[in-house]
């Protein structure tokens, strides 16, 4: 499946046959998060840790590209037992390439029939500003889950997540 990775119409026509539905405004990361969340992750991590590493671009919109690969990112994920504990970057600090992204990623959603908030000028001058830097995300409630073989994230939560936010049914919502 993931030979025509690199065709993204290949790639969809790839997925479909698999039985993945693929949906005609699906672009390239729908399709591969899909492929990935059903075929990938859940092996990930089966008896030792895995870090996946070098991201398509795509992906990894605040992230530093690769030195000499600018199709990948310098980005990471940790996994354990098909979960997904922590994700990693190099903070992106060219203020050029930011822009790019972010107008390439304003055209996608226009395509798309979504909103295209305006360029955030005072962001953009903030990133050229920035130091070399990384940084990882642990995801605790993640950790917890693991060490305590808890099928759900709802069942290490400290507060329910859907009341936090007024949700009392349908999506959000924890009972």
């Known amino acids: 499946l993931l030979s025509g ?16 539905e693929v ?24 008896g030792r840790p895995a870090i996946l590493h070098d991201y398509p671009r795509s992906m990894a919109a605040l992230a530093r590209l690769k030195p000499g690969e600018p199709r990948l990112a310098e980005r990471f994920e940790v996994y354990c037992a098909g979960l997904e504990l922590a994700n990693a970057f190099s903070e992106l600090n060219d203020p050029e390439e930011q822009e790019r992204r972010l107008v390439q990623e304003r055209e996608e959603r226009r395509r798309a029939g979504k909103d295209t908030p305006p360029l955030d000028r005072a962001f953009l001058e903030a990133v050229g500003s920035m130091p070399d830097a990384a940084g990882i995300a642990l995801g605790v409630d993640r950790l917890v889950m ?30």
């Open 23 to 46: 949906g005609p405004d699906d672009g390239f990361d729908d399709v591969f998060f899909k492929v990935f969340l059903r075929d990938i992750e859940p092996h990930l991590g089966q």
């Open 146 to 175: 693991l060490l305590t073989d808890a099928p759900s994230i709802r069942d290490v939560l400290f507060f329910p997540a859907g009341e936090l936010f007024g949700a009392t049914s349908g999506e959000g919502a924890t009972n």
């Open 5 to 20: 990775i690199d065709d993204p119409e290949a790639f969809a026509a790839a997925a479909r046959t698999e039985g993945i």
